[in-house]
Every structure is written in C-alpha cells, then in structure tokens.
Nanobody
C-alpha cells in the first residue's frame, strides 16, 4: 500500500502564509505526478496545483502568483507554499500522487486524508 500523510495546516490571518507538506511512504517503485487539491464545505474537490516527476507545474488560476508547489524526490515529499492567503482559500487540502508499486505496474492514484486550512481574522 502507498500512504500519503499531510501536515502543516492550521489557522492563519488573511495575508498570512502556510506551508503544507506531504510525504509518501510504503511500497513505492516509482512516484509520478503529485499535487494538492482542496475542498471547501459544500463544494467539490478542486485542483490547486500539480507537479510532475520532472518538475513541471500546473496551478489553478485562483492561486497563481500566491502558491508554489515543489517536490523533493529523494524524500518522496511534495510541498505547497501558500502566501497572501485569503478567506476563500479556507478548505481541507488533500495530497494526491500517482505511484506504481513494482516494475511493470500501472501507476495508481492515491490520496491523503487531508489537512484543514482556515484563513480568518
């Protein structure tokens, strides 16, 4: 099994910053694209940012210029640096990754359990 564990969420004032981390563990042969999604109460889960194993990134328009995704392949970790946070960024943030567990396996999609980010004064 592959496990994704997020950390770094919390309460922050508007304009503040947070850094989310997500570590992948378990039986991993190859780790592909990783990313962050978020889900606000009563809304669907939306893409925030993704990063390929080669470092190519993609961001939701709502976070461009404020959030930065990065990854440390040796540690199987992905980060999300969130700056200039707004109340509308409040959501549960989920880590996402595609991984194969052995040579020749198709990559499967995995999700973390989520970490709450609340932006409020």
């Amino acid at each position: 099994q592959v496990h994704l564990v997020e950390s770094g969420g919390g309460l922050v004032q508007p304009g503040g910053s947070l850094r989310l981390s997500c570590g992948a563990s378990g039986s991993i042969y190859s780790l592909g694209a990783m990313g962050w999604y978020r889900q606000a109460p009563g809304k669907q889960r939306d893409l925030v940012a993704t990063i390929t194993s080669r470092g190519n990134t993609n961001y939701a328009d709502s976070v461009k210029g404020r959030f930065t995704i990065s990854r440390y392949n040796d540690k199987k970790t992905v980060y999300l640096q969130m700056n200039s946070l707004k109340p509308e960024d409040t959501a549960v943030y989920y880590c996402n990754a595609f991984a194969s567990r052995q040579y020749g396996d198709y990559a499967r999609e995995y999700w973390g359990q989520g970490t709450q980010v609340t932006v409020s004064s």
